[in-house]
Structure formats: C-alpha cells, structure tokens
C-alpha cells in the first residue's frame, strides 16, 4: 500500500507540477471555462427573462453551474491527452517499470485531474461571484455542488484514460473530447429541460448529464436536488469508466506500455 | 537460482504480434551475476521485444525467464524492483530538468524520502550532469539524454540492469564515457547488466559474453574471443592497382581459402593455412602479373562471427547517427 501511494503520489507530482508551471497548459484550462462563462452568462442573460425560465438565482448562477461541470469534464479530457501523450513518447514505460501495481499509476492521473479541476474552479467561482452571481444554497449544497463537480471531472478522466490506455496515441484526442463534448452540450445548457424541444429534448431528457447538471443548479439556488437520480447516475457513470479505464491499463499492459 | 541471485536465465522465450512475424523465438540463454551480456544483432532482430520481456513491459507468448531469481510471469514487481532499465528511445519529460526527473524517479521507485535528494545529485554527479542539473532536459543533448536515462535506471541501485542500445545516436567521446560507466558499474559494484546492440565494437569493448540474434533466433553465444577463435582464420583484403584486374585477383585469391566480404573495388580471402600462407599470395599475384595497390591482414572480428553464423554482414564501425537505417544488414560481397 506504502508503494501504491508512492507511485500515485510521484504521478501526480509530476503532471501537476507541469500544469503548474507551464503557461500553455494552464492559461487554456483556466481561459476555456472562463469565456465560457463570460460569454453564454453575458451574452445569453436575456434567456433569463424567456417565460418559463424559473430558475431563481438568475442566469449568470444558471450558466456557471454549466461551466462548473464543463470544467471538471474537460480537466478530465485533458488529463487524457497527457496520458496518451505518455504513452506515445514512452514516458508511460518509465512509470510502467516503475509501479509494482500499476493501476497505482492510473489513480495517480486521477489525482491530477482533480487538481486540475480544483484550481480551476477556483478561478471559475473567484471570478463568477465578483461578477454578481447569486449563490442561494448553504454549506451542505456547497458540499453538494463540489462533490458533483468532482464526480463529473472523475467519470470524464475515467472514459479519457479508457480511451487514452488503448489507443496510446495523442490522435485519439477527438475520440476523448467529442462525446464529452456532446454529452455537455446535449444536457440543458442555455434554458431549462422544460424550455427545450423536439429532439434535443428527447436527448437531454435521457443525457445522463442533465440529471447531474439539474442537481448541481438546485444545489445553487438552494432548491431541492433530485439526490435519488444524480447520485445513482454519477456512481453508474463513474463504476462504468472504472471497468473501462481498468480493461484499458490491462490492454496498455499486454501491449508493451 | 534463489532470489539473492542477480542473473537472468531464459528457456524458449517466444513472442508472436498479431500481424508480423514471430518477433523472438524460442530463446534460451544464461547470464551469471556480475556479468556483462552484450546480446548483438541488427534492427528488427528481436532484441528490443526480448528486453521488454525481460523487463517485464510485454508478456511472452511462451516460455519461460527468471530475472535476479524471480518469475518475470507471476513476480512482475519483484522483477521490476531488481532491474533498472534504460531502454532504446530514452523515455524523458523534456519539461522536467534532470533533477526533477530524479525527483520522480526517486520516488516512483520508493527511495526513502529523506535520501531522495542526496541520491539525485550523487549521481547526476557521476554521469557528469551536476552543472545541468536545474535545465529542462528539452534542452540536453543527445548524450545527455542518454547519462540522464542511466542516471534514472540507477536510483534504487538495481542488482541487474538492462541497456537497450544505449550508445545509439552518440559521439565517440560520449560512447566511450558511457561504456566506461557501465564497465565500471559491473565491475566495482557487481551489477548484472545485459545490453542490446547493433554496434560490434560495443560489444567487443564491453560485454563478458555475446549472444547473436537473427530473425528472433539466438545463433550463436560465446566470449567474444571464443566466438572469434571459432572463426579462426584471418583474412586478406587486396586492392588492386588496376581495378579490371579485380576478378582476376580474386580468381587468384581463392586459391587460398574462401572468399570474404570486401568492399566493392577489392577481394578477399579468407585465408586456410593462415598467416602462413601470405608470402605465396604475395609471390602467386606476382606471377600473374597484377600490381599491388594495398593489402590488409583482418584478423578475426565479430563482424566475420556474425557474418559465419547469419551469412550476412553487420555495418559496424560507421558513425551512429540519430536516426539509425532501418536496415543496416546488408548481403556480403563474396560468400
């Protein structure tokens, strides 16, 4: 166990420290999230004022919910990029020789994914609430809140690195980005569920997304989140890319890191 | 073998890809502990694969290997505890500096924290890296790359270490400080080191032992001045003042054994009696009338082992560069 959290520890330590102090990894997941932000709650505030959008803390808090999740997703993503990364220049053989158990070696870009997010959220919520944004829950759906945000940016390195592990390639970027991608943008990103129709509706409706997106706004606006959904959604999705992730270290494995 | 034992013994280890060739098959081979086994052959002969399963980093397809007494199959992480490994394509962050890199090391290997540091810089020192120790290794040379990687392989002081081509893409002058270093870690410190390499000289210079692999065979094994005893005979390369006079000169040469290899305005002969025929060659290319330009005595290399034993030649002796040809077997002139 002392060796496990060797490696995990030596794993975070290094992609952390490289996010830290290299501005081209860090000023792009910091500025991402806030154009993000800055663009759909500046530009779209009007949404707010479209009947039938009853969500009481106000658009810039509906909208940060978003960018929250996106955020924690593709701090995920990235993190996957720099696995494949690894394995194509064969930096991952030099962690590979050095883990007794290398699934030590996974929880380590865990890890620093959830720094990652943490550090940018941070920002994120430092920035949102000078700009006015309402945040109307207690402590407990700020607990609430930040436990969602890093069950999303888990589930999302998990499928990353399932994806990264087996294709062992940095081209495999679009196929660790796109469905994160469609899965946020297809979950109700601009108005609530209700505002939404035809067919984009029918997908939010079962966009495992939006039942993680929708609690995260209650626990916002201190409303009641609809806990018995999100929280068996967000355990499915996380236990599913463990089982992919895990599958995916074996096939790294077997072929020769 | 008990697991105090820093060797390595393999019995008909076989690795088949899915779609190519079956890369090793059915090796078998021995090295003592304290030994330096230089296992030579040409690219895609198969000693890359063999050492990512001796390492470890690959399973067999089949057979057996036993790496500082443990089972490279069901004791994966004791193996990996005893082995530092620095393989062919030295695996660098080039956004870390070499004393993060031995950081990571250090930890990833499970050096206690307190002796971490001191460790980094005793052998960043060694391997001459002290003064570059706070620069992205984006920025070293190749034959820093190189020390680096070493230094890396080092920190948890394996009992046996596994070189894959190390000296590939170097200088002479940063080759040699490399084989005194590896030398020097066999012989004062005890460590077993088993080195690839498509470079004679390297093995020749470095390795206690040499096995040959060819097409994922090993075809022959031996000291290398065994191996070259086996050959035997020297041979004798002409270079004709008249170069139409070649065919005849190599008509007359094979009077006295068998033709070698030579290059392409010259002919050899592999000589049968020895040194001792070489004043009747002298007086018989005299009586046939073709002028001498220059004559050179080989006396047995590894290149003529490897060129007995496979019927090719290995392209030794060259300058390595960085991007080594894929191919640097080539068919000999005359066999």
Known sequence: MRRFGQVTGAVWWRATHTFLTNPQFLLPSIMFPLFFFTAFAGGLSSLGDVPGFDFPSGYTAFQFCFVLLQASAFGGVFTGFGIASDFENGFARRLMLGAPNRTAILVGYLLTALTRAAIVLCVVTIVALLGGMAFDGGPLDVFGMLALAVIVSLAATLFAAGVALRARTIQAGPAMQMPVFLALFLAPVYVPLDLLSGWVQTVARFNPVTPLMEATRAFVSGGDADIALAAPVAAGLVLLFAAWALRGLRRAEAAGG | MTSDDNGIEVGGLVRDFKKGPRAVDGIDLSVAPGEIYGFLGPNGAGKSTTVLMLTTLLPPTDGTARVAGHDIRREGARVRAAIGVALQEAAL?????????????????????????????????????????????????????????????????????????????????????????????????????????????????????????EAGRLV??????????????PALEVVPRDALQRDALAEVLERFGSAAAAP???????????????????????AAGIAIADFQLHAPSLDDVFLAKTGKQLVSGEEPDEQAPADRVTEPVAS
């Open chain 2, 93 to 213: 962050d080039p956004l870390l500096t070499g004393r993060e890199h031995m950081r990571l090391q250090t930890a990833l290997q499970g050096v206690p924290r307190r002796e971490r540091a001191a460790r980094g810089d005793e052998l960043l020192t060694r391997m001459g890296l002290a003064d570059a120790a706070g620069r992205r290794v984006g920025g070293y040379s190749g034959g820093m790359k190189r020390r680096l990687d070493l230094a890396l392989a080092l920190v948890h002081r394996p009992r046996v270490l596994f070189l894959d081509e190390p000296t590939t893409g170097l200088d002479p002058s940063s080759r040699s400080e490399l084989w005194r270093e590896v030398a020097r870690l066999a012989r004062e410190d005890g460590v077993t080191v088993f080195l690839t390499t498509q470079y004679l000289e390297e093995a020749d210079v470095l390795a206690d032992r040499v096995g040959i692999i």
């Open chain 2, 220 to 233: 022959a094994e031996g000291a290398p001045e065994t191996l070259k005893a086996q050959i035997g005979r």
């Open chain 2, 264 to 286: 392409p305005h010259a002919a050899a002969v592999r000589l049968s009696r020895g040194n001792d025929a070489l004043a009747d060659v002298v007086r018989a290319l005299d």
